[in-house]
């Protein structure tokens, strides 16, 4: 499912970059509703329902693991553990995707000063800004540190930015309520904590959608929890959650709704246990999530390089009709964006678990990647022997593993930009 949205956000940026309407004109060279047109024009007005998916599939898959870090025992270890794990996780990627960033948008004020996409707004809906507008140190230091969308406007020259940084603080914010909500208070918490309490500052104040939109990904943990324990079963009930999923799609496509609607339509679906056997076209679902948050980083850059290049040779001074030759623009480039990006994620996002391992060793922390949060088990207060005694066995069940969720969403088995991210 992950990679279904991504390269959902992906086809709408291609069709917003090439074809359509110049800054909010008729049609450039309008054609016929030729067959493949109204579906690849379709296709922009779901982007944004693809990032609910993100934040919905964020909540079941990170948000699960926050649940489990309600009930660890060795707390000390395991947020510290989750901390590193979203870290490197988020910011192994980010951080040569901005480099990248910044220097196509560089190459691009500098070349070809005067394309349209360029020197003004208004060429599409997700390039509502001229490029210009990034010649702030300020707006690249936010998109480092993801507070964009909270102090400073995300980069143009990368707007799915900003879900990242909605992202990112959902992963704060619940690591500071499980932090808070166990009463586990050190210097290295009470400072997550305070952050995590900046975090939800910021947003109340100056982007209150953050909030809003994060019930979708608090819809994705109650799916988790409900997913967990096989509160929904059977057929009937998990076709209505596929087909509600589907209506509200359907609807959106007409009349805009709010975020949460489709978000906790998406949750009752993925909650529901009889996913766990669904085995459709799963090897090649892995596969293209492997590197999904690469791609969501990374094409919006590349597409306004490819941009720039068809407009230096004279091929785009505007948007265009649908027709043969955009036909094979969209498509070419779309292949282009694809396979630069599981180059890009061979060289950071394939890396993460070795790097992950790392900062473990690093920071001391020992518990492997994979091994789950462990369990409290609470056991009666004892008096101690008066007498040397043999130690006491580990209670049956103390060491059985509990699994794991697997990085791919798209099993929804029990299952951690992603979301972005």
């Known amino acids: ?93 980010l951080w040569p995707a901005a480099v990248l960033t910044a220097g196509i948008w560089f190459c691009l004020i500098h070349l070809i000063p005067n394309a349209p996409f360029v020197k003004s707004g208004g060429w599409a809906f997700m390039l509502s800004a001229p490029l210009g507008a990034d010649a702030s140190l300020g707006k690249w230091a936010g998109a480092a540190t993801l507070l964009n969308e909270l102090l400073v406007p995300t980069l143009t020259s990368n707007g799915p930015l900003w879900s990242l940084a909605y992202e990112w603080s959902y992963y704060m914010i619940g690591l500071a309520g499980v932090l808070a909500g166990r009463a586990y208070f050190t210097t290295g918490s009470v400072l997550l904590i305070a952050y995590g309490g900046l975090l939800f500052g910021l947003a109340a104040v ?58 906790v339509a998406l949750a009752v679906m993925i909650a529901h246990s009889n996913w766990k056997n669904f085995k459709l076209f799963a090897r090649f679902g892995e ?33 265009l009709g649908f027709g043969l030759e955009s036909a094979v623009i969209v498509v070419s480039t779309t292949v282009f964006l694809l396979l630069f990006a599981r180059a890009f994620a061979w060289a950071t996002e394939d890396r993460t678990a070795k790097i992950r391992r790392i900062v473990l060793k690093l920071t001391g922390i020992s518990r492997t990647v994979n091994e789950p949060f462990r369990a409290v088990k609470l056991a009666p207060a004892q008096s101690p022997p008066a007498s040397p005694e043999p130690p006491l066995a580990d209670p049956p069940g103390d060491s059985t593993p509990h699994p794991q969720p697997p990085e791919n969403p798209r099993q929804l088995a029990p299952a951690g930009r992603n979301c972005p991210p």
Request: glycine share 10%.
């Open 1 to 93: 499912m992950r990679w279904i949205a991504a390269l959902t956000v992906v086809l709408s940026h291609v069709r917003q970059g090439f074809l359509g309407t110049a800054n909010g004109s008729a049609p450039v060279n309008p054609t016929p509703n030729v067959l493949g047109k109204q579906e690849l024009f379709g296709l922009n007005g779901y982007g944004h329902a693809a990032v609910v998916v993100f934040f919905v599939l964020s909540g079941f898959l990170v948000g699960g693991k926050l649940i489990e870090l309600l009930k660890s025992d060795d707390l000390k270890s395991d947020w510290q553990h989750f901390l590193i794990d979203r870290f490197v996780r988020i910011f192994v990627v």
């Open 287 to 319: 596969w293209a999530a492997a590197f999904s948050y690469s791609l969501y980083l990374v094409h919006f850059p590349i597409l306004l390089a490819v941009m720039g290049k068809l407009y230096a040779l004279g091929i785009l001074p505007h948007r």
């Open 206 to 263: 100056h982007q209150p959608v953050i909030l809003i939109s994060g019930v979708c990904w608090l819809a994705g943990v109650a799916a988790r929890a409900a997913f967990d324990h096989d509160l929904l079963r059977g057929r009937i009930s998990q076709a209505c959650g596929l087909g509600a999923v589907i209506a509200v799609l359907l609807i959106e496509s007409k009349h805009p709704l709010a975020d949460p609607v489709l978000g």
